[in-house]
């Protein structure tokens, strides 16, 4: 039996998208290590004694995904690792791993830290090409970009599966953290004019207040995964159209027509690199066109990438 550790990103996430995220890198680490024993750490707390030394007594330590990597870990960083935990050498494995925002070449800081916590043996898994050129710039070479583990079931089997033509509902979200309003209610207005029913799954806790704002004619969901899920499972004919990335991933995950709208890093990086169906923030001729034609999903999955994190992952634990 292997001890796993898993950095997980969804304990202490004010997001929901990291339960998505996390659900999925469970399921693969199940998969592929069944006889595993696996711990969870929280990703977005500095650690203790208690979680350095889960981490000194696995075989394996696994990061999960979400952007945890940044030019300047000395400020507010999201993946909470200190100089402590570089100097006792934790040893980590990227797994998804993505970059928080575009940023410019790792600080000094940063370059020594990623040394000591990063697994130098093991192969690292991360979102998009710019996260692998980023840890390349740092002499970190054994990376692969394998896309988010969310994207990893949307075979071209499943994406056949997927509407071509627009439903009659659609379900949206917006992202308070980076809000602009004018472009976001016209983001509404838009899915006012093309759908007949606008739904709102409320990703963080500041989304609604800001949605309402907007358009309080909105028909909110509740908060919560289980809640978006049961939606996306009915069968009723809905589409997603919204600028949270992993909502729109979770919606194409349940084979629903969907559209991402844009706002960072994250989407247009792995929408150029792996064809997921993006649009600008600012492009409403664009997403109103796409709305109403017909949009075939077409993921294209770095499967050698995949296959090749996957068999490190085997022969390393």
Same mark, same amino acid.
């Given at each position: 039996m292997?001890?796993?550790t898993?950095?997980? +990103?969804?304990?202490?996430?004010?997001?929901?998208g990291d339960?998505?995220?996390?659900?999925? &890198? $469970?399921?693969?680490?199940?998969?592929?290590? %069944?006889?595993?024993f696996?711990?969870?750490?929280?990703?977005?707390?500095?650690?203790?004694?208690?979680?350095? @030394?889960?981490?000194?007594? +696995?075989?394996?330590?696994?990061?999960?995904?979400t952007?945890?990597?940044s030019?300047?870990?000395?400020? *507010?960083? &999201?993946?909470k690792?200190? %100089?402590?935990?570089?100097? $006792?050498?934790?040893?980590?494995?990227l797994?998804?791993?993505g970059?928080?925002q575009?940023?410019?070449r790792?600080?000094?800081?940063? *370059?020594?830290?990623?040394?000591?916590?990063?697994? %130098?043996? $093991?192969?690292h898994?991360?979102?998009?090409?710019?996260?692998?050129r980023?840890?390349a710039?740092? @002499?970190?070479?054994?990376?692969?970009?394998?896309?988010c583990?969310?994207?990893?079931?949307?075979?071209p089997?499943?994406?056949a599966?997927?509407?071509?033509?627009?439903?009659?509902?659609? &379900?949206?979200?917006?992202?308070?953290?980076?809000?602009?309003?004018?472009?976001?209610?016209?983001?509404?207005?838009?899915?006012r004019?093309?759908?007949?029913?606008v739904h709102?799954?409320?990703?963080?806790?500041?989304?609604e207040?800001?949605?309402?704002?907007?358009?309080?004619?909105?028909?909110?969901?509740? %908060?919560?995964?289980?809640?978006?899920?049961?939606l996306?499972?009915?069968d009723?004919p809905?589409?997603?159209?919204?600028?949270?990335?992993?909502a @729109?991933?979770r919606?194409?995950?349940?084979?629903?027509?969907?559209l991402? &709208?844009?706002?960072?890093? $994250?989407?247009?990086e792995?929408? @150029?690199d792996?064809?997921?169906?993006?649009v600008?923030?600012?492009g409403?001729?664009?997403?109103?066109?796409?709305?109403?034609?017909?949009v075939?999903?077409r993921?294209?999955?770095?499967?050698?990438?995949i296959?090749?994190w996957?068999?490190?992952?085997?022969?390393?634990?």
């Open positions: 292997h001890v796993v898993l950095l997980d +990103s969804a304990i202490a996430s004010t997001n929901l339960q998505i995220i996390m659900q999925t &890198v $469970r399921e693969e680490v199940a998969r592929q290590l %069944p006889d595993s696996v711990y969870a750490v929280a990703s977005h707390e500095w650690m203790g004694a208690k979680s350095r @030394g889960l981490l000194e007594r +696995s075989d394996l330590v696994l990061t999960g995904g952007s945890l990597l030019s300047r870990m000395w400020w *507010r960083p &999201v993946w690792v200190s %100089p402590i935990d570089a100097l $006792r050498g934790l040893d980590v494995t797994f998804g791993a970059w928080y575009f940023q410019g790792p600080d000094p800081y940063t *370059r020594w830290l990623y040394r000591r916590v990063l697994s %130098p043996c $093991r192969l898994s991360v979102r998009d090409e710019y996260t692998r980023k840890l710039s740092i @002499g970190l070479e054994q990376v692969v970009n394998t896309g583990p969310t994207l990893w079931s949307l075979s089997e499943h994406c599966g997927i509407p071509r033509t627009s439903a009659e509902r659609v &379900v949206t979200t917006l992202n308070s953290y980076i809000p602009h309003r004018d472009h976001d209610a016209r983001l509404l207005e838009t899915l004019r093309c759908y007949a029913r709102f799954w409320i990703q963080s806790e500041r989304d207040a800001y949605a309402r704002a907007l358009d309080p004619t909105l028909e909110f969901l509740a %908060p919560s995964l289980a809640a978006y899920d049961a996306l499972t009915s009723e809905i589409d997603y159209v919204g600028n949270r990335l992993h @729109g991933i919606a194409l995950q349940h084979g629903r027509r969907t991402i &709208v844009s706002i960072d890093n $994250r989407a247009q792995m929408g @150029g792996f064809d997921l169906p993006v600008p923030r600012d409403f001729d664009e997403l109103a066109t796409r709305i109403r034609g017909a075939d999903i993921i294209r999955l770095p499967t050698a990438a296959e090749r996957r068999t490190s992952l085997l022969e390393s634990a």
